[in-house]
């Protein structure tokens, strides 16, 4: 969703300014009640670990590359281009078992125990002849000098390439998910993993912080980047899995939002986003603890921890499109004197300044009314978009 920037050039007076801001947080935590919470990771469609991408030639990592270098390229990935394995002498070619020759997972290729005696065929009422391994030691030697020589570098390297082709598949399956799912789905980056067993007995494992991403696929080269999306990466934190009382204090909670307010696309190298997610873990909990890896954690505990732990996730589309935008809109709004919009300023001037009672329950009145104009509004889009 874009967001229309508001006007910086006129100072709005002080009641109406504190009055727009009250309606928008308002808005913005009736939405979040709507917002299905998803409570774990493993609830999404797709999950795609950074920490997961090899340090190979074709694959970059910003979140792992301390350089800060292209830094606004969060993830590139090319396809691999994997050789088959050494081939063998042949001497040793009937003593191996050929269709398990390029598993590189494997530590060492299966050498048979015996093989037939000779390639002609047994006259009937004759038994089989074997040459054991055993007899061999001319063979066995030759196998060593073959695996230790030629197989066991070449299985090195083709292990990392596995690693890169199962991310690489990961990331075309995502990307081809994402354009036929159109905008019913998003595709966002995952920051500060919590894992924490709260309070109200709700294990969670999520994110805290999503930024807007934009997963690229060039066909021609085979590659595809992750970077941030074209309105900019807008990182913004998500509580929904959480109680309200199981999330630092409000004051807080302000603070890291006008911090990541102002973190460009540069997520990794900024250094306010790890500052951020060690605020929040630290505010929600005295035995908070946060952790600046790319490894998520294995399990939770009673004291919640936060992993920096990106990932790449496709999830359905919901209200926390239209939570960001309020989220923008309040950020605009909170210094002294900022520029309140005609339509929303000429709103709350009509009205009457009365009592502090008398006015909290109008404005509360305006809310709920302005809440349900705006559910049937959506509501009617919705049902023209299909």
Known sequence: MTVIPLRESHRTPEPIRERALKLFQYLR?????????????????????????PDAPGCRCAAADQSGRDAEVWMEVAQPRRTPPPPPPSLLVPWLQRDELGDSSRDVPPLRDAIPATDEPTPPGEPQRWTQLSERPDVRDLY????????????????ALGRQQSV????????????????????????????????????VRRHLIVAQTDVRFDAARGVITVVAASDGARPSLEQDMLEPDERPPAEQLDE????????????????????????????????????????RQ???????????????????????????????????????????????????????ICDRKGMDRMGTERMRRSCSRFRRTRSSATSSAG
């Open 256 to 295: 890291i939002r006008g911090a990541l307010a102002d973190i460009g696309d540069d997520l990794f190298s900024d250094e306010r986003l790890r500052e951020c997610l060690s605020a929040w873990v630290h505010a929600a909990s005295s035995t908070g603890r946060y952790e600046d890896v790319l490894e």
């Open 144 to 159: 060593d000098d073959y695996v230790e020589r030629r197989w066991w570098p070449w299985a090195e390297h083709d292990r």
């Open 298 to 352: 294995q399990s939770h505990a009673d004291s919640p921890v936060v992993h920096l732990a990106p990932a790449l996730i496709l999830r359905p589309r919901t209200d926390r499109s239209i939570v960001q935008a309020y989220e923008a809109i309040l950020a605009k709004l909170g210094p002294d004197g900022a520029y309140v919009p005609q339509g929303v300023s000429n709103w709350w001037a009509a009205r009457p």
């Open 168 to 203: 690489y598949t990961d990331l075309f399956r995502l990307h081809q998910s994402q354009q036929r799912l159109g905008e019913a789905y998003e595709v966002v980056l995952g920051l500060g993993h919590l894992a924490w067993n709260a309070p109200s007995g709700t294990a």
């Open 29 to 53: 935590e009736y939405t979040l009640l709507r917002v299905k919470s998803v409570r774990t990771t493993d609830s999404y469609d797709e999950v795609i670990w950074l920490a997961d991408v």
